[in-house]
């Protein structure tokens, strides 16, 4: 088994476009930096690229602002068509529908940016039935509010209160990049989220395969070198980057922080009451790793 690193949101101007947009120069891109598998996402629009230098996975970003304001968009991944858009009326029923379209389309339905706009939060989550992934983290400039406000909850804390209503679904970092030329933290730039798959192979199948069971973690500048879940415990060794220091969180149900050390290694032995089991490592550089929940 081996660990591949892969971006699963991002945008091109389309397939005609010559510009730094274009689907040749954002496939250069990742591949210059590192990544072995990508996914196109352009919005409403299916367009399968095909590429040497990458893995590519199908994908479509299906979803626009709806006539209510509301906002819902939901990355297919692995689809084998255009998936349409449907505006359903209110943010609960259009986010069935467009998970529903995905499935439909043999893909992997992720909820993206929750509080872009404040889209949608657990309550409305927990009324879906079908998506495997949710964004815990995106890339695409300072209007994703991964952080939320001081009314509002993260991305990561709706993960948790997802994850503690016993709904079983896996956190994923993304870019979400729209702009190659411009680098600014405003901006929706490549390169600041993304996930290692653990897989025997780099295919569309395989990555994909990882995905829907949970084998992979969420990235936005941490890497491990060993990690191990079982359902008796969860132990991993963290890469060290210069003199960065490190702190790994052990989270369980209502996002209670069960254990938590520092240094380059981390476990914590399953007791078998703590609703399910996650782990986040957060660098002092400001870098995180989300690893997939145990449900217990």
Known sequence: MHWYKGNLHTHSSGLESKGPASPTNIVR???????????ITDHN???????????????EEVGRAMANGGTVHV?????????????????????????DAVLDAG??????????????????IARVTGPLLMEVYNGGGLSKNNDGDSNRPSCEEIWDKVL???IQIYGIAADDAHIYDEFLPERANPGRGWVYVRASELTEESVLDALSTGEFYASTGVTLLELSTSLDSISLTIEPIGNQLFTTRFIGKDGIVLSEGSGLQASYTIQGDEGYLRARVLSSSGAKAWIQPLFL
């Open 29 to 39: 891109w990742y591949k210059d930096h590192g990544y072995e598998f990508l996914a």
């Open 45 to 59: 629009v299916f367009s399968p690229v095909e590429s040497t230098d990458l893995v590519m996975i199908r994908g």
């Open 75 to 99: 990355n297919g991944f692995g689809i084998s068509r255009t998936v349409d858009f449907v505006d359903a009326g209110d943010v609960v029923s259009t986010m069935q529908a467009s998970v």
């Open 107 to 124: 893909g992997i339905a992720c909820l993206n940016h929750p509080n872009f706009r404040w889209g949608f939060n657990h309550e409305q």
């Open 164 to 166: 503690t209503a016993g």
